[in-house]
């Protein structure tokens, strides 16, 4: 007789080899984030990386005490189910910025010059952007700088603020501006794409931001395929 497997095997596998396929998709990569600049700073993170494989991931983080749910009361669309991208407003650097997507399957985090000129910066702060990007079939898209800015989520009562790395790009889009991992790592956010709610974790509990599904779906329409590639970026092999 056979006995049933526990019941903690039977709700969780762990993939360790994929079945046959045609070829691989690589997550989107590359941009300012993964350049560790200077000598010190590759030096510091070979560090980091040979540290945790020998003494294993840690257990615990800054926000590992405070605990982070969905339920019902999240969903708060006008439409569900839906396929539209989480499309959000925040502070950046002192300015409330609309039609920013958040795309947690990139490693860059890009602001879009025509953004960054009408938040009145100055194009000399830039500085030089070493990582290429690349579009979704090879098509290089070239930023012209980066530059490091406060980003905050919340309100006066309860904030979070980081200082994130931007690779700016000199290109037309239906964005202002695009997150990925650098912020949402960063943050800590935890991204529910159904219910478009992303939640962060801060000293005075849990800041909750919603998607607008309206900005969302005027971006979409807007957009061009030349537009659609910006944010499928890879690094150069």
């Known amino acids: 007789q056979v006995k049933p497997e526990p019941t903690s095997q039977l709700i969780q596998t762990t993939i360790n080899n994929l079945a046959a396929t045609f070829g691989v998709i690589l997550a989107i990569t590359g941009g300012s984030n993964d350049d560790h600049g200077n000598k010190r ?3 510091e993170h070979m560090r980091r990386v040979h540290h945790l494989a020998t003494e294993g991931p840690h257990k615990n983080s800054q926000w590992s005490h405070i605990p982070i749910t969905f339920d019902s009361t999240d969903l708060k669309l006008k439409d569900y189910p839906h396929t539209d991208a989480m499309v959000i407003e925040t502070n950046l650097a002192g300015w409330a910025v609309t039609r920013i997507l958040v795309d947690t399957g990139s490693s860059a985090d890009i602001l879009f010059a025509s953004t960054f000129d009408n938040m009145k910066l100055d194009r000399n702060l830039l500085q030089p952007a070493r990582r290429p990007l690349y579009g979704f079939r ?13 980003v905050t989520f ?18 037309l889009y239906n964005y202002n501006a695009i997150f990925g991992q650098g912020v949402t ?6 991204l529910h794409p159904g219910y478009l709610c992303m939640k962060l974790p801060s000293a005075r509990g849990v800041i909750v931001v919603y998607g607008n599904q309206d ?10 395929p030349g537009q659609k590639n910006v944010h499928n970026l890879g690094k150069e092999n």
């Open 154 to 171: 919340g309100d006066q009562s309860n904030s979070t603020i980081e200082h994130i790395t931007f690779d700016v790009v000199d290109k």
């Open 138 to 150: 090879g098509k290089q898209v070239k930023a012209i700088g980066k530059i490091t800015l406060l």
């Open 215 to 224: 900005l969302s779906r005027v971006a979409k329409e807007i957009s061009t």
């Open 185 to 190: 790592n960063i943050f800590s956010a935890i």
């Open 41 to 43: 700073q590759r030096k």
